[in-house]
Structure formats: structure tokens, C-alpha cells
């Protein structure tokens, strides 16, 4: 009797410790109607339909394995729905978090993974390993080859980025995604178990981030969805749909915000976003995107006299990120320039007036703080800011002339033309603002009645403005002294 009861605890303890596993192994029938059509996306409308999905509206066109879209197959009024997945129908962190065993692992034992991304990465790992998985038509659909995405580079497609800060990001996210895969591994026993390997984590992770949609559901926070079908829709900065969450029929729906005719090509805008951004999660950049950008560090000289008392105002900062964007009459612009004036500060009077004007600050950033002081700073702001970015500009592998030439060339592969047209577009963001720096150096030494006839000028139009508020009242006040 006593030996049946250790047994029978033994039993249950034994069952106790599977359960979790069992439930997930792939030991029984399918529970789920199979999908066996040999063109995966008809498994995937099927599926769809089954679980009441309204898609009647769009139908998928696969250009190539890295680009595939969908069409309207009716003329769509705005307002209307172009598309509705249900809530059984998409992965969200909820769902995520209690149907894989690892993330109920991860839980269990409070590890905190460096981004949520990682449930979903996981869930994904346990499903593409499941024979009969529920989610099997959305997998097989998911794009094989990753290749074009900057995480995979080898040393020779990192070379074409020399010079872009997008490299710097780059080598950073490798070095977050191998820890977080490492940490895993260490840390859930059942991740180690089933034997994923390097390439197939980072695999799924380029895949959630490329394909997560950020809605609000009801009064919680805003939560990120992998949503089928939906994430066939490619971005466009006059996208014409808009996504959310519907209460009323609990799920996830797109809705046209203009009349759409029959047979046109879906976009939406991803957002305003840099290309540095769409880049690094989409794999994509395009010469047109209005937020496009290049991003710097401005730093002092250890060799400036006032070194030591602009460290004390900065509290120990010595270097800057800045950016620069295409439109010189921003904020970016003037932040910049800001920034290399307080660097070219080498009056004592003026950093006394400087660090007056900025007292009723708690902290001092010199993007905000440095205002204008005299022509002659000005003159050496200009002429710092110019030589700081011909700089910047020689350290790119290529010239813009060399990457329009590539671009044109119908051999160049199309992952490399976005690797060219990312690098080309700051390229020509720092042409730019060199060609701004030029002219206010040829124009800054002229009194103030021939700067006001210059600026009436169309070529100057970059300049105007700062040369209005703050060049020519200097002069006049200058002028009057004299």
C-alpha cells in the first residue's frame, strides 16, 4: 500500500512537472481544420474566412518574396472598412503572454526581456515548431528570407554605411538582440530545450517589428498587434488608410479616409518617421520621405581656454546629439547652431553673459541657451559648423554623384539601392547645410542696408530668416555705435 502511494505520488509529480510542456508538444491529432492548399496565401484567405474575417474588399498580388501588397477589388467609399480581423484572428501581448509556455516561464520567474517584442518572438518560435498549430496558415506566409534587413549585413554590406550614424544603430541593435537571445537562454530552461538557435530568434524579432501595428483597445494602453493579412499593406507618406479597434465587433479593422477605386494598389503611412528608422524596422528608405535626416555629435575642444568653466555650466557634458533635416528654417537648424556657438564661445564676456541668461535654468543644454552675441561669433559659428560637417561629409564611402549612378544601374540588387538611398539622402542633408553656411559667410561681413536688399532675393530664401531677426538688428545696433 505505502509503495502504491509513492508511486501514485511519483505519478503526479512526474504529470505536474510535464503539463506545461505536454501542451504544447505536438503528441495529438489536430484539434483544427488543416489547410493543404499548395499556394500558402489561399490557405491563409481561407483560414481567414473560417474564423469571419471581411475580406472580401482586398485580394494579395505577390510582386516578389520581398514585396507583396494588396489591391482593392471593388471601388471602397471613404469611411468605409476596407478590411476587419477578428479578435481570434491576431496575436496580441495578452494573448501572447498566456498561450506560449516560455513566456508563462519568463513570468513565473519575473525575467523582463529588453523589449515586449519578445513574447511575441517566442510565441512565434513555439508555433512554427507545432506540426498542427492554429496559426499555421499566418506563419507560412511570413517572409523567408530576411536577408534585406541590416542585422543580417556582412562586413562588405557594412562598408556601404560608413559614415551614416545608421551604422552606429546597427552594430548596437546585433549587440541587444544576441544579448537578449544569450540572456534566454540562461535564464528559461524551455528555451535552451527546444534547441532555437541564433538565426531563428532574430529571424522572428525582424519579423514583429516589421509587421506590429500599435492600437488602443478600450481603456488599456495602447497594445501591439500582429495583425494577417493587414501587414501586406506597404507604407506610403499619403497612405489613405487609417487602423483601430472596433468594441462593437471585437477586432481589428482598416478604414479608407478617401474614396479608393477598384483594382488600386493599399498604402498607409507607417508615420513620421526618419529613413534611419524605416530602415532599421522595415528595411526600406526612400529619397522622398519629408522626415529625413542626419544625426551628429557637436563637442568641445579640450583645447579651449574656457574649457574647463563650459564643462562646470554643462555639468560635465562635453558632447551633443544634433540633427540636421532638409529644411534649414527649422528648429534642428537653429539647435545646431546653437550648439556649435556655445563650442566657439572664446570671450570671457560673452560666457559671462551667456551663463547670466541662463541662470533661471536648472540645466543648461547649449541647444537652447546659446542666443546670438556678436557678428564676430557668429562669423566663427558658421565657419565651425561648415568645416564640422565637410567632415561628416568625407566620411561616407561614396559621393552622391557615385550613388546616383548606382541607383540607375539595373543590376545594382534592391536591398543595396536602400542602403544607397538611406546614405545618399544625409549626403545630401549635409550639402545642404554646407551650402547655407557658405552663404551666410559670404554675406555676413555687409552692413545692414545691403543685407536687407540681398534678402529680397529668392536664392537667399535659406538665410532670410535668420538674417532678418538676429544679423541685421547686430549690424544696426553695430552700425549706431559706430
Same mark, same amino acid.
Not at 554643462?314 to 547652431?337: A, I, P, Y
Given at each position: ?15 505536474? +512537472? ?16 488543416t ?6 496565401? %489561399? ?33 471602397i ?25 516560455i ?25 512554427? @515548431? ?49 544579448e ?23 529571424? +522572428? ?12 483597445i478600450?481603456?488599456?494602453?495602447q497594445?501591439q ?11 506610403d507618406?499619403?497612405? +489613405? ?13 482598416m478604414?479608407?479616409v478617401?474614396?479608393?477605386? @477598384? ?23 526612400s ?16 583645447n ?29 537648424? @537653429? ?29 543648461f ?8 552675441k ?35 544601374d ?10 544607397i ?56 545696433? %553695430?552700425?549706431?555705435?559706430?
Amino acid at each position: 500500500m505505502m509503495v502504491l502511494k509513492a508511486c501514485m505520488v511519483a505519478i503526479t509529480l512526474f504529470l505536474s +512537472f510535464c503539463q506545461d510542456d505536454s501542451e504544447y508538444e505536438v503528441k495529438s491529432k489536430p484539434k483544427r481544420q488543416t489547410y493543404e492548399d499548395p499556394d500558402p496565401y %489561399q490557405n491563409l484567405i481561407q483560414w481567414l474566412k473560417d474564423g469571419k474575417a471581411e475580406i472580401s474588399k482586398v485580394q494579395i498580388e505577390v510582386k516578389s518574396e520581398g514585396y507583396r501588397t494588396l489591391r482593392a477589388t471593388q471601388f471602397i467609399r471613404q469611411g468605409e472598412w476596407v478590411l476587419f480581423i477578428p479578435r481570434t484572428h491576431y496575436l496580441s501581448l495578452d494573448e501572447v503572454k498566456k498561450s506560449c509556455l516560455i513566456n508563462r516561464k519568463m513570468i513565473q520567474i519575473n525575467y523582463k526581456p529588453n523589449n515586449i517584442q519578445t513574447y511575441f518572438v517566442n510565441h512565434l518560435l513555439q508555433e512554427n @515548431r507545432r506540426q498542427y498549430s492554429f496559426w499555421k496558415p499566418y506563419i507560412d506566409v511570413l517572409p523567408k528570407d530576411v536577408s534585406g534587413f541590416p542585422t543580417y549585413f556582412d562586413a562588405e554590406q557594412d562598408a556601404l554605411l560608413k559614415g551614416s550614424p545608421t551604422l552606429f544603430t546597427v552594430i548596437n541593435q546585433r549587440k541587444v538582440f544576441k544579448e537578449e537571445y544569450e540572456n534566454l537562454k540562461e535564464a528559461v530552461k524551455e528555451f535552451q530545450k527546444y534547441g532555437y538557435t541564433y538565426n531563428d530568434f532574430i529571424k +522572428f524579432r525582424i519579423l514583429t517589428i516589421s509587421r506590429s501595428f500599435t492600437v488602443q483597445i478600450g481603456d488599456k494602453e495602447q497594445q501591439q498587434l500582429l495583425v494577417p493579412l493587414a501587414d501586406f499593406i506597404n507604407h506610403d507618406n499619403n497612405g +489613405f488608410l487609417q487602423y483601430g479597434y472596433s468594441k462593437d465587433a471585437d477586432g481589428f479593422f482598416m478604414q479608407a479616409v478617401r474614396n479608393i477605386q @477598384r483594382g488600386e494598389e493599399l498604402f498607409y503611412n507607417y508615420g513620421q518617421w526618419s529613413n534611419k528608422y524605416f530602415f532599421m524596422n522595415y528595411g526600406f528608405a526612400s529619397l522622398t520621405n519629408p522626415m529625413n535626416q542626419f544625426d551628429f555629435d557637436i563637442c568641445l575642444n579640450k583645447n579651449d581656454r574656457l574649457f574647463n568653466l563650459k564643462i562646470q555650466l554643462t555639468k560635465g557634458n562635453m558632447c551633443w546629439g544634433n540633427r540636421l533635416v532638409n529644411e534649414t528654417d527649422h528648429d534642428t537648424f @537653429r539647435q545646431s547652431l546653437a550648439t556649435v556657438r556655445f563650442t566657439q564661445i572664446s570671450k570671457l564676456d560673452d560666457f559671462l553673459q551667456l551663463e547670466e541668461d541662463v541662470e533661471k535654468f536648472k540645466q543648461f543644454w547649449p541647444g537652447w541657451h546659446t542666443t546670438t552675441k556678436t557678428i564676430e561669433l557668429e562669423k566663427a559659428t558658421f565657419k565651425a559648423l561648415k568645416e564640422l560637417l565637410v567632415i561628416e561629409l568625407g566620411n561616407f564611402a561614396s559621393t552622391i554623384e557615385d550613388d546616383q549612378r548606382r541607383l540607375n544601374d539595373p543590376k545594382t540588387p534592391e536591398f543595396r539601392k536602400h542602403i544607397i538611398m538611406l546614405t545618399m539622402r544625409e549626403k545630401q542633408i549635409i550639402k545642404k547645410n554646407i551650402d547655407v553656411c557658405d552663404q551666410m559667410l559670404q554675406v555676413i561681413d555687409k552692413n545692414s542696408e545691403e543685407l536687407k536688399n540681398l534678402m529680397k532675393y529668392y536664392q537667399y530664401k535659406e538665410i532670410t530668416r535668420f538674417v532678418n531677426s538676429q544679423i541685421i538688428p547686430m549690424k544696426i545696433e %553695430q552700425e549706431g555705435i559706430v
